[in-house]
T-cell receptor, first 114, second 110 residues
Framework: DTGVSQNPRHKITKRGQNVTFRCDPISEHNRLYWYRQTLGQGPEFLTYFQNEAQLEKSRLLSDRFSAERPKGSFSTLEIQRTEQGDSAMYLC????????????FGNGTRLTVT | DAKTTQPNSMESNEEEPVHLPCNHSTISGTDYIHWYRQLPSQGPEYVIHGLTSNVNNRMASLAIAEDRKSSTLILHRATLRDAAVYYCIRPGGGADGLTFGKGTHLIIQP
């Protein structure tokens, strides 16, 4: 169990640029989740996948946000035309998805939009 | 709205027990209570979960009130490494996409 891996750890971008983050879940986990966390707040659920199917995306913050998990393994989260308000920690989690299985989180990608 | 209520912060001494309360008065009969914690600069970490009866694992114990409107996370002997934000959570997203509140910031004094 190598844990959930997220890259990059930090990303600084200028307003208006597009950014993409990658998440590699624990290998046998078929569920993958994206969260956003701003300073002083708990993580905010964005979307999740069951294998390659995106089963919940109504919580994505705007149509500038999109996520993919093309082969049911790693996932990417893209933010288009970034805004300063997008500055946050973006967290990925995975779980086995059978019965209740705990979420295993990565250490996140910190995005700073200047 | 999957609401829980926790104190903003609590302070305890090292090697003493810690009781972290959580109110979830609108919980449904089938919703589990989950606890996660987040150490500085890390993602959240699973601690424990339960439905009706008290639960124990190597990290903590979870005491759930008989009416299920509240629960208490118990750290039996706190260490400095237990200093973290502790989240009490009810289901709120899709398929266990848990909804986190602000949690309780636990401070451990040496």
């Amino acid at each position: 169990d190598t844990g959930v891996s997220q890259n990059p750890r930090h990303k600084i971008t200028k307003r208006g640029q597009n950014v993409t983050f990658r998440c590699d879940p624990i290998s046998e986990h078929n569920r993958l989740y994206w969260y956003r966390q701003t300073l002083g707040q708990g993580p905010e659920f964005l979307t999740y996948f069951q294998n390659e199917a995106q089963l919940e995306k109504s919580r994505l913050l705007s149509d500038r946000f999109s996520a993919e998990r093309p082969k049911g393994s790693f996932s990417t989260l893209e933010i288009q035309r970034t805004e300063q308000g997008d500055s946050a920690m973006y967290l990925c989690a995975s779980s086995l998805g059978t019965g209740y299985s705990p979420l295993h989180f990565g250490n996140g990608t910190r995005l700073t939009v200047t | 709205d999957a609401k829980t209520t926790q104190p903003n912060s609590m302070e305890s001494n090292e090697e003493e027990p810690v009781h972290l309360p959580c109110n979830h008065s609108t919980i449904s009969g089938t919703d589990y209570i989950h606890w996660y914690r987040q150490l500085p600069s890390q993602g959240p970490e699973y601690v424990i979960h339960g439905l009706t009866s008290n639960v124990n694992n190597r990290m903590a114990s979870l005491a759930i009130a008989e009416d299920r409107k509240s629960s208490t996370l118990i750290l039996h002997r706190a260490t400095l490494r237990d200093a973290a934000v502790y989240y009490c959570i009810r289901p709120g997203g899709g398929a266990d996409g848990l909804t986190f509140g602000k949690g309780t910031h636990l401070i451990i004094q040496p």
